[in-house]
């Protein structure tokens, strides 16, 4: 795998996934299909953490924006999974600071902001609860993060954050300090517990230099052991490419759409299927090269399903419509549940923010 | 002059002593003797706004450190007198991070901390209330100014960080987002209140590209009025060097000095006297060149004194010998003073704090 080889991480083998069930008793579809969460670094000595007893923390961030989709809740997902399982904290970094820094004009510091709340509420829908989910707004609980932030600041060059993210002159300096509140987070839970709580971060591969940062310079800056990561799959658009854009809103399915925009996009979307009936009775479908597939093994929890699902594609006996029509019922369902969660969420969301809980 | 020139700031001149004394009824001697405040920039509009009663701040800072010198208290000893005679807040940042960020090696952030406060005393000791000192310590009250900086920040790229500062490429990046912090509180006002409330900023030239920055950004970011500066002189050092200077200690009178090593200096330091006796009293001295006579314009607040000093020099009746005594006596009467009050300033500290006053 070329990420893998290029960012020296490692795959998601039998091994970790062995040690995960021995330690909970199951190990989640997200990480036991393989299809989704599928590399990491340094996954190992968090789990050996886990089975010592020692504390660790879950560590996950997003530049809030209007347009979450539902692809964003999937490792949201697994998150919860992690914190009930594992019994650990999770904090959560709403970055409206860099989105508003990068964003050349656009949106102003106010409107990001309202997003991360936004944002948090379809977070908290996922069931967490506020003892163990830690929401941090860079904006408003900037305190948290910049003693921290100064001493990354101090380890890291123009020219490293320059090489690193791609920056240049013409980069405002606000965008260029940012990546020290990213890897401040990392190393807050040892802060706030005076101990040393190192994270896990699952993340996408194009974070993942944000955190390599913060593991060159963790020992100096006194922050053994270094944050690990588990790193999920970009999910692909519905209408067949290779990541969701905002530029085409119909590659996605966002939290806020209504049932009757889910239906279209799904029932648009790109298939693994053949041409015509005929020929998928005759041949069978592709699965493994569908969209509409991969969007069931990431909201299907039922294994059964999933292999029915997959065997009567190939079998030729279940045609796209009809696999469309299932997945856009697993979806309603989904979404109705969660939209119903994120109108409760409305009136804990403080209880949720870092500041009401660490001094 | 060649600083009011290369900056394009005003010399104070008469009409400017004229409209204080005017507002207020008298001129402070370190504004009226020409001496050490002398050049301004937009301080007219300040005054203008003070007879209409519209509301402004004064702003100064100080990046912490262990040697604070007694010439440090002047810029101090001014604002003091505009706080009294022109009712204002008065914002003071202590910049512990930057003086972290930009130490190699050196201090570490609980070290500037820790000066942050020492030095804070010395401030509250020269008789500010609470009510109108507001004391900033950047590592701790960050929250105040870091929704500013990301605002100022996205207008300062940083090619014109590198350009205003001197940064290069291996300078780090917390460093070169320090600016934003400085520039911010000149906007602080401003949000606290929710009206505008521009700034005079009392600095020395040293601090300028700060407040050029501040003045080219305001009108972007929605803060007119832009800041107003008035300029000090740096402050000789006893042993005749430009400026005093931390690594020949006795170019400086420290606050902590012992009685005996104040008065060592002071007898040591560089006159406009001549080489013996008989020529004093035959020639006279050179006052106007001599650094003695510097301190007695600074810490002498009686004009009467002061004439005299300059008259009975010139004229050969006072020796350097007996005019060191002079301003032995007084430094002394003046750092006891100083230290009483510096010592009860430590349990009212906490009241100072911009935390507890804003929200």
Redesign the interface.
Known sequence: MRLAREFGVQLITENEINTIRELTGEVHYLIRRGGFFYAHRDLVPILSRQRSGLKWALYDGRGPSADLHIGHLVPWMLSKWFVDKFNVDYFFELTD?EK??VKEGGYT?EQTNKYAYENALDLIALGFTPDKLHIIID??D??YL??I??????????????HTFG???????????F??LEISVAFLPTELYGEQVPVLIPTAIDQDPYFRLARDIADELGYPPKPSTIYSKFIPGLTGEDKMSASNPDSAIYVTDSERDVRRKIMNALTGGQPTVELQRKYGGDPDNCVVYKYHLLFQDSDEKVRDIYENCRAGKLLCGECKIMLFERIREFMKEHNERRERAKDAIQQYRISVKFR
Chains 1, 2 share one sequence.
């Open positions: 600071d508003f820094l510091l904006s408003e900037i305190k910049y003693k932030a100064v001493r990354v600041g101090k380890k890291l060059t123009l020219s490293t954050v320059k920056f240049t002159d013409s980069t405002n300096v606000g965008a260029a300090f990546p020290t």
